[in-house]
């Protein structure tokens, strides 16, 4: 069954690659993004373009209210868009802290009051949250970061039963190591923010581990592994809650639930080293 879509941080990487996904797949797409003129190819592959800056409340307003117009409802939105900052917690401003959380909580959850509506009304709807592995677990120097998708999944498990009885899912998706420029400024950050802190050493460190292991050469997923878990979670008659998918996913995920907290911490600040 065709659905209508929204997916945001759709200019490049999963947002992309599951913007295309769908598209292929027959559904009607609307990827939204700041960078329109990164999404040539979604309007060429027959999908729909719109400009959205998550930041803005009015923004997210525009995009829901043309969506509905056009296509009177609106079936799936897909809260991808997201943003990471690298340092030590001492370290980073608190208002780009709050900013990781605008962009990654509070964005997310006001699209999601706006299209509510149009999907308790139709009786139906799926709800997708990109997550991360970081929803469950964290590594040193990126707290931030960590706490915007460890909110995003208690968020969502309490919005799944909320919905629940309008005929609406909620469905969380978990990557692992996933090739895509999310984290190409991970060394800078670093440098910038903590390298010449307290915490320049393990900050320098990470910095240099991110050079050297998250090039081309990395053991990582492309991001068609996710898409394709968002199609399959979307057309589902009943999707699973959690999707754990690409590199390490699984892997540590158990290891997170399964070991004491501080022999996980040992091998997550062994790994960082």
């Given at each position: 069954?065709?659905?209508?879509?929204?997916?945001?941080?759709?200019?490049?990487?999963?947002?992309?690659?599951?913007?295309?996904?769908?598209?292929?797949?027959?559904?009607?797409?609307?990827?939204?993004?700041?960078?329109?003129?990164?999404?040539?190819?979604?309007?060429?592959?027959?999908?729909?373009?719109?400009?959205?800056?998550?930041?803005?409340?009015?923004?997210?307003?525009?995009?829901?209210?043309?969506?509905?117009?056009?296509?009177?409802?609106?079936?799936?939105?897909?809260?991808?868009?997201?943003?990471?900052?690298?340092?030590?917690?001492?370290?980073?401003?608190?208002?780009?802290?709050?900013?990781?959380?605008?962009?990654?909580?509070?964005?997310?959850a006001r699209l999601i009051q706006l299209a509510l509506p149009?999907?308790?009304?139709?009786?139906?709807?799926?709800?997708?949250?990109?997550?991360?592995?970081?929803?469950?677990?964290?590594?040193?120097?990126?707290?931030?970061?960590?706490?915007?998708?460890?909110?995003?999944?208690?968020?969502?498990?309490?919005?799944?039963?909320?919905?629940?009885?309008?005929?609406?899912?909620?469905?969380?998706?978990?990557?692992?190591?996933?090739?895509?420029?999310?984290?190409?400024?991970?060394?800078?950050?670093?440098?910038?923010?903590?390298?010449?802190?307290?915490?320049?050493?393990?900050?320098?460190?990470?910095?240099?581990?991110?050079?050297?292991?998250?090039?081309?050469?990395?053991?990582?997923?492309?991001?068609?592994?996710?898409?394709?878990?968002?199609?399959?979670?979307?057309?589902?008659?009943?999707?699973?809650t959690r999707y754990a998918v690409g590199y390490m996913a699984?892997?540590?995920?158990?290891?997170?639930?399964?070991?004491?907290?501080?022999?996980?911490?040992?091998?997550?600040?062994?790994?960082?080293?």
């Amino acid at each position: 069954m065709e659905k209508v879509v929204l997916i945001t941080g759709a200019s490049a990487g999963i947002g992309k690659a599951t913007a295309l996904e769908l598209i292929r797949a027959g559904h009607t797409v609307y990827g939204a993004a700041r960078r329109v003129h990164r999404m040539d190819d979604l309007r060429d592959a027959g999908g729909h373009v719109l400009a959205l800056d998550v930041r803005q409340p009015e923004d997210l307003e525009r995009v829901i209210g043309t969506i509905v117009a056009e296509q009177g409802r609106i079936d799936v939105l897909i809260n991808n868009a997201g943003t990471v900052l690298h340092g030590a917690a001492e370290d980073i401003p608190i208002d780009l802290a709050r900013d990781q959380f605008e962009v990654n909580v509070f964005a997310p959850a006001r699209l999601i009051q706006l299209a509510l509506p149009y999907m308790r009304e139709q009786g139906s709807g799926t709800i997708v949250n990109v997550s991360s592995i970081g929803g469950e677990i964290a590594l040193p120097l990126g707290c931030w970061y960590y706490a915007t998708k460890h909110a995003l999944e208690a968020y969502s498990d309490s919005l799944r039963m909320e919905v629940e009885p309008f005929g609406i899912d909620v469905v969380i998706i978990q990557p692992g190591i996933i090739k895509t420029e999310f984290e190409d400024h991970t060394a800078q950050d670093l440098r910038e923010i903590s390298g010449t802190t307290a915490y320049g050493e393990m900050a320098e460190a990470m910095a240099e581990r991110a050079e050297t292991q998250l090039g081309e050469n990395t053991p990582a997923s492309d991001p068609d592994v996710v898409a394709t878990a968002i199609r399959q979670a979307i057309e589902a008659a009943k999707p699973e809650t959690r999707y754990a998918v690409g590199y390490m996913a699984d892997r540590l995920l158990e290891l997170n639930r399964t070991l004491p907290d501080r022999e996980f911490d040992k091998l997550l600040t062994n790994t960082a080293k």
